[in-house]
């Protein structure tokens, strides 16, 4: 197994290491309550998924008043 001859700087160290962060998630606006969600995935606010309603979402107002 190869081994470095000389130490690397910090600086050659971080400029190998720039590409190695983590991105952004990329989000879409939901047609139906225009909140931000991931793409192809059922929206977690109204329930909908392609202009359908998928899943029956509670709203958090009625627990509240329990």
């Not at 001859?5 to 879409?28: G, I, N």
């Amino acid at each position: 197994m190869a081994h470095p001859k000389r130490k690397h700087s910090r600086s050659r160290t971080r400029k190998r290491r720039t590409h190695q962060r983590s991105k952004t998630p990329t989000l879409t606006v939901c047609s139906q309550c225009k909140n931000l969600k991931p793409p192809y995935r059922v929206c977690p606010f109204c329930g909908y998924y392609k202009g359908r309603k998928v899943l029956i979402i509670k709203d958090k107002a009625k627990k509240k008043k329990r």
